[in-house]
């Protein structure tokens, strides 16, 4: 079946890493993403990464890919207040009758940044 | 980047009446529109998905009568929710994917719903 796991919640001191975790189900999935939610806002993308990919690294944002164990991560160096947040991992399976398919998300990972 | 503009924003409505909430993609075609349902510290889940015209695919357990979806243009999908009850009290977000699929989904900015 369809499943995205992640821990509910991180709290980081301003200036260290945070490292957000995220397991899912589906092998086939072809991208991975991760979204950032500020309070009352829509989903805004932060990276992604494609399934034949282990690492990728944009700015401040690091996401590491396990296939074997399905395991994503996501890190952020030095992080800072304004990383405060909720972070959605999701994955992508393929939809092999062509079209768009819907994105499967975990349940949200709310990182609290404190001085 | 491409952007899809949601209103409103916020709405408070009462119980009986009907809603309307717009997506509206601005500077790409959107074929494909997702209307997630949020709850309070919880995930998004998926409510249907429509296409431009044609009828929307709704999940299970989601009342196509209730949640009335149109997607008559390549920019403009709509979700009604009609005969709205405290318990449709929700955040509501669209989606559609971006012209370049590689760089995933556009998200709305959600429009919070409260039924009183």
């Known amino acids: 079946g369809e499943d995205v796991e992640q821990s509910l919640f991180l709290s980081v001191r301003e200036g260290d890493s945070s490292v957000i975790n995220c397991t899912y189900t589906?092998?086939?999935?072809?991208?991975l993403y991760w979204y950032k939610q500020e309070p009352g806002a829509g989903l805004q993308l932060l990276t992604y990464?494609?399934?034949?990919?282990d690492m990728k690294q944009d700015q401040r944002l690091t996401v590491l890919l396990n296939k074997k164990d399905k395991h994503l991560s996501l890190r952020i160096a030095d992080t800072q207040t304004g990383d405060s947040a909720i972070y959605f991992c999701?994955?992508?399976?393929?939809?092999?009758?062509?079209?768009?398919?819907?994105?499967?998300f975990g349940a949200g990972t709310r990182l609290a940044v404190h001085p | 980047g491409a952007v899809v503009s949601q209103h409103p924003s916020r709405v408070i409505c009462k119980s009986g009446t009907s809603v309307k909430i717009e997506c509206r993609s601005l500077?790409?075609?959107?074929?494909?529109m997702f209307w997630y349902r949020q709850f309070p510290k919880k995930s998004l889940m998926l409510m249907a998905t429509?296409?431009?015209?044609?009828?929307?695919?709704?999940e299970q357990g989601v009342e196509k009568d209730k949640f009335l979806i149109n997607h008559a243009s390549l920019t403009l999908s709509t979700l009604t929710v009609t005969s709205a009850h405290p318990e449709d009290s929700s955040f509501y977000i669209c989606?559609?994917?971006?012209?370049?699929?590689?760089?995933?989904?556009?998200f709305g900015s959600g429009t919070r719903l409260t039924v009183v």
């Open positions: 989606s559609a994917p971006d012209s370049n699929y590689n760089y995933g989904y556009t």
């Open positions: 589906d092998s086939s999935s072809t991208y």
């Open positions: 990464i494609f399934s034949n990919m």
């Open positions: 999701a994955e992508s399976p393929p939809m092999f009758s062509g079209g768009y398919n819907k994105l499967i």
């Open positions: 500077d790409f075609q959107a074929t494909t």
């Open positions: 429509s296409n431009e015209g044609s009828k929307a695919t709704y």
